[in-house]
């Protein structure tokens, strides 16, 4: 007689070689993103280095930190390959994620910021995904939402708003 499985026979089951191939090839491309991360990210170091050595500010400091802390955290997710596939994951989208916000609170909805805080739900997808894209996106949703009213409260400078304040008449202008 033929029984349907049962939730405990199906968890016995071996896993398909589709979901081993589709896990290696996860694992490879994180350890390409990661390693793109390191290297640009040093270049990034470098000009930094540069800019702090000539311009003799402290102005950036706070942004500089957070961008050193996130690619130190980066280096060590991909240097060492023995931490859990998650934890390195999630190490690479936490530091797109402050990038993304740094960059969103320090230049405005004009920069890059914005596509950098659309991007965890993406890599999350990819590397993790259905329901980490899905709380991911809701993550970044929030954050927009957070800084929006952050803004309407004015705790944010006037670099945010994407069109000039001088009235309807410059917005149709654009059009």
């Known amino acids: 007689m033929n029984t349907p499985p049962t939730l405990s026979t199906q968890r016995a089951q071996p896993t398909s070689k589709w979901n081993i191939e589709v896990n290696r090839a996860r694992v490879t491309l994180l350890n390409h993103l990661l390693l793109a991360a390191v290297a640009i990210g040093f270049v990034g170091l470098v000009c930094l280095l540069v800019a702090f050595m000539t311009s003799q500010t402290t102005q950036r400091l706070v942004p500089a930190s957070i961008f ?14 023995n931490i859990r596939y998650h934890t390195r994951t999630l190490t690479l989208l936490l530091a797109v994620y402050v990038l993304g916000i740094t960059l969103f609170v320090q230049e405005g909805a004009r920069s890059s910021g914005l596509v950098w805080l659309s991007l965890p739900p993406v890599l999350a997808f990819v590397l993790l995904g259905t329901r980490a894209m899905i709380f991911s996106g809701a993550v970044s949703i929030l954050t927009f939402g957070l800084l929006s ?3 309407a409260a004015g705790r944010l400078s006037e670099q945010w708003l994407v069109l000039p304040t001088v009235g309807a008449s410059a917005a149709l202008s654009l059009v």
Request: net charge positive; no cysteine.
């Open 149 to 151: 009213l952050a803004r």
């Open 68 to 81: 050193v802390f996130g690619w130190l955290a980066t280096l060590i997710a991909w240097v060492w390959r």
